[in-house]
């Protein structure tokens, strides 16, 4: 009797046994997959930070899903930071047509990133006629003249589009594109949450930054000099060229005002740092060189290019951060640093998503007077008064993670 038991009692735990692992295969089988189409590039540690702030947001907001990346240009850099955070990742090469043919069948839903345009149309595109199943896209800019016919026709037959600042949102309205749900969401770089601390620590003991006592400043060209990144491939062009070397004083002059400001009225040290490679050289040229020299012992000058673990690590223990870069300030609003932006016309219409986030006061377009007119008293004001700079940052990111938090569960409905 008792062998009997013995025997029902084994018999009992293995059928419980194949039972578990039906119900794990299936629930595999039924884990809906996700194909995230982004990494635009890697000369830029803003382009860089899409693509992390996107997947830190799936993982949050839709952990049950697989997501799987396909990526347009990753080098092995950049490839092993992403895996850093997110080990179980698969990133699709842009070339593995293998890799890309079983995305397409075995991936549910396809997910255009941030980015400023639509930027994988073609691919998009290719998804809808090959598989005929859902997609939709997160956090771009669209400037009118790139809505025409065919990407209208592609934005009308997504789930969603959400737009990274309502000028492309009202304009999209205008010209026709009517998805079931179009809105404002921030740019996925808000959600980035990279960090290589001991690259960032090393950085600032070598150049004695102290955290909290410092500003970080980026400079920019009106149009970027592709041309001087060997790995682009870009051939000169003379007519950019003239236009940026025309304007290069006209756009860093109040940058470098605003400098010699903090450093001779405050106790705070400024670092001169890239967010494009090409931004290097032209922080030397026109910020640190051209500084009094009883200012530049309190100037660093970053001498070499980072990548967004490092430089995010080094946002977070600034004071603050101003210039004519865009992502840098969108990473340290998310990460609850105090951020000025600037731009001028020749860029899209995504700074204004300063304005949408509550931080029109803290936005600076250098071909406006008047907006220029106050930046130095605004960059000096982040360190006067630490704590309403803090404040004003903190309502812009619970602003932000509001508007993330809805726009993924519209996400996780769609398919």
Same mark, same amino acid.
């Given at each position: 009797m008792r062998s009997i038991l013995i025997l029902l009692y084994f018999t009992f735990l293995f059928v419980v046994d194949c039972q578990s692992q039906i119900t794990a295969i299936k629930q595999i089988e039924k884990k809906k997959k996700i194909l995230l189409r982004s990494s635009w590039q890697s000369i830029n540690i803003g382009d860089i930070a899409h693509t992390p702030g996107v997947l830190a947001l799936l993982d949050r907001y839709v952990p049950e899903a697989e997501v799987r990346l396909w990526a347009m240009e990753t080098d092995s850099s950049v490839k092993k930071m992403l895996q850093k955070r997110f080990p179980t990742l698969q990133i699709i090469d842009n070339h593995d047509t293998v890799a890309i043919n079983t995305a397409? /069948?075995? +991936?549910?839903? !396809?997910?255009?990133?941030?980015g400023p345009s639509l930027v994988a149309s073609k691919d998009v595109e290719t998804w809808i006629n090959k598989t005929g199943k859902s997609f939709g896209v997160?956090? $771009?800019? !669209?400037?009118?003249?790139?809505?025409?016919e065919r990407i209208i026709r592609i934005l009308n037959q997504s789930k969603f589009v959400f737009f990274r600042d309502t000028v492309s949102l009202e304009m999209a309205k205008k010209k026709g594109i009517k998805a079931p749900v179009m809105d404002f969401a921030p740019d996925g770089a808000f959600a980035c949450d990279l960090r290589n601390e001991a690259e960032a620590l090393k950085f600032m003991s070598e150049n004695g930054l102290k955290e909290g006592k410092f500003l970080c400043v980026i400079p920019k060209y009106r149009r970027t000099p592709y041309w001087q990144i060997p790995t682009t491939n870009r051939k000169y062009d003379e007519s950019i060229d003239k236009r940026n070397q025309l304007m290069k004083e006209h756009d860093l002059k109040p940058y470098r005002d605003a400098i010699i400001e $903090?450093?001779? /009225?405050?106790?705070? /040290?400024?670092? $001169? +740092?890239?967010?494009?490679?090409?931004?290097?050289? !032209?922080?030397?040229?026109?910020?640190y060189d051209l500084l009094p020299e009883d200012v530049k012992k309190n100037v660093v000058w970053r001498n070499r290019f980072w990548l967004t673990d490092e430089a995010l690590s080094v946002y977070v223990r600034s004071a603050g951060l101003f210039g004519l870069e865009q992502h840098s300030p969108i990473m340290c609003i998310g990460n609850g640093i105090p951020a000025l932006v600037g731009r001028f016309k020749e860029q899209t219409s995504k700074g204004y998503m300063w304005y949408n986030i509550g931080l029109e006061d803290w936005f600076f377009d250098s071909d406006i007077e008047e907006q220029m007119a106050r930046l130095t008293s605004t960059v000096i004001s982040l360190v006067n008064d630490r704590k309403g700079a803090k404040k004003k940052t903190m309502k812009a990111k619970l602003f932000v993670e509001k508007k993330q938090k809805e726009s993924m569960k519209i996400l996780e409905t769609s398919f």
């Open positions: 397409f /069948k075995e +991936c549910d839903f !396809l997910l255009h990133g941030s997160y956090g $771009i800019t !669209l400037a009118e003249e790139l809505m025409d $903090i450093v001779r /009225k405050t106790n705070y /040290k400024v670092l $001169i +740092c890239p967010e494009d490679v090409t931004q290097v050289l !032209l922080g030397k040229e026109m910020l």
